[in-house]
């Protein structure tokens, strides 16, 4: 096979964007010469590597291996780059995080004092929901995953960098905001606010509660915790959320932290990648930012503590 390597990274914008022009205009080339070196890529392969269906392109099994390989012929080539730039005495280059949707209420604020500290380093963030960490993680999109509940299926460099506390809330106005201490029996005829199932947050609850044996009357799943405060503003129910999407302000988003007996439930946040995978010198550096710049969001955690 005779690939260059400006053809692997045309086809490697063609897998992340799944079309032929805008992987022409990522990679400044026009759209007909993209076009020509993703044919050469194929016939230098020898199979099929994609093919287009209503408008959009989709990786066959060796479009899929190939892109793979070229994510990380791109990624040690960056992290060359980066490794000689450190001997020059500069820091620069592109840091990939991906973060379940809840680390949102804090990892914004340490990215900020890490382009801060080295302003030439460009920043792509991903925010979703578990399922979509897990996803990007299997296929090594990114330098770094952050999520409260790392998969087990798969094997990980997994470091705990900071609590987690879940609490129970209900509206300001409602009657066991005024309680001082509450049992886990009398939220059993509340309707309850959760997450969607597969969330973080939702497994550390059905865990917590398949424990005790408590069987919580759900009302609503909800696939954002904007809209659970919202919802239990409105009185619609109980819920259980991090500490961290409350900001320390819960009665300015008019609800209450409820004293319920068995939390806060103890949970923590995890900084993951693939096992074997090397960091490149920014994301290093950004890890160790991350710890630590999380002792002052409650301490760090027992490297050996679990959800």
């Not at 044919?39 to 099994?61: A, C, F, M, Q």
Request: proline share 4%.
């Amino acid at each position: 096979m005779n690939i260059t390597f400006r053809q692997l990274r045309l086809f490697l914008a063609l897998a992340d964007t799944g079309s032929v022009s805008r992987a022409a205009r990522e990679c400044h080339v026009t759209q007909p010469t993209a076009s020509m070196q993703l044919k050469e890529v194929s016939e230098s392969i020898g199979l099929p590597l994609y093919e287009v269906i209503s408008r959009r392109v989709h990786l066959t099994d060796a479009g899929r291996d190939l892109a793979r390989t070229a994510r990380s012929i791109a990624g040690e080539w960056a992290a060359l780059e980066q490794r000689i730039d450190a001997t020059k005495g500069l820091t620069r280059g592109k840091l990939r995080v991906a973060v379940a949707s809840t680390a949102k209420y804090f990892v914004p604020r340490l990215l900020g004092t890490f382009c801060a500290k080295y302003p030439e380093i460009d920043i792509s963030l991903e925010v979703l929901n578990r399922d979509g960490v897990v996803e990007r993680l299997r296929d090594n999109l990114d330098d770094l995953y952050i999520m409260s509940r790392p998969p087990t299926d798969i094997d990980l460099e997994d470091q705990v960098f900071m609590p987690n506390p879940l609490v129970v809330i209900a509206a300001i106005s409602h009657p066991l905001a005024a309680h001082s201490h509450i049992e886990l029996a009398d939220l059993s005829k509340l309707r309850f606010i959760l997450r969607e199932r597969g969330s973080g947050t939702r497994m550390a609850i059905d865990a917590h509660f398949k424990r005790l044996k408590f069987k919580p009357n759900l009302r609503l799943e909800l696939g954002s915790n904007e809209a659970i405060k919202e919802a239990v503003a409105g009185n619609l129910g109980v819920s259980i959320v991090s500490s961290h999407a409350l900001h320390g302000q819960a009665a300015e988003q008019g609800v209450s932290v409820l004293n319920v007996t068995g939390f806060p439930l103890e949970s923590y946040w995890h900084v993951v990648r693939l096992k074997g995978k090397q960091l490149s010198p920014i994301a290093t550096v950004f890890q160790e930012h991350l710890l630590v710049q999380s002792e002052k969001w409650g301490g760090r955690s027992p490297a050996n503590a679990k959800d």
